[in-house]
């Protein structure tokens, strides 16, 4: 009985160590993807360090359709988006294109689907303040509705 028992905290330790991991994995500034079978629904940890800016603070989530896409001069790397919303409203997100890099290329065309022209989104941003480049919205975390 008492192997029993010390197998059961061996275990209850090593789920904990798995989802410390998961956690210092997501921490580092690694994004993440999170998928409904096949196909992925959300990304978060999609802001990482923006060099040269210092960035403010996270808003509400904005939820809206997916108007335009705009690449990078290679058009391999989607670099921003526009995104609009039920007021009719039409917001500007960058995409911090070193931490969509982190994902390797064959990634890229998964970016692609999630923001497609025409998806339904909700779309955390941060604010981050060129200096004298003023403001610019960055997405953190992005998932299909």
């Known amino acids: 009985m008492l192997q029993g028992d010390f197998m059961a905290k061996i275990c209850v330790v090593f789920v904990l160590l798995v989802l410390f991991a998961g956690e210092m994995i997501a921490q580092t500034g690694q ?3 999170k998928r409904r079978g096949n ?17 403010l603070r996270e808003s509400r989530p904005i939820i809206g359709t997916v108007l ?13 988006f526009v995104l609009r919303d039920a007021k009719d409203n039409r917001h500007f997100i960058n995409l911090n294109d070193d931490q969509v890099g982190l994902l390797g290329r064959t990634t890229h065309t998964i970016i692609s689907s999630l923001i497609a022209k025409g ?14 480049s003023g403001i610019f919205t960055y997405a953190s975390r992005i998932k299909v509705l």
């Open 31 to 33: 994004p993440v993807m």
């Open 119 to 132: 998806s339904r989104l909700q779309v955390w941003t941060y604010d981050c303040n060129g200096g004298g």
């Open 68 to 80: 335009k896409r705009s690449y990078d001069e290679e058009e391999t790397t989607m670099v921003s």
């Open 39 to 55: 196909k992925v629904i959300e990304i978060s940890n999609m802001l990482g360090t923006v060099e040269g800016f210092e960035c």
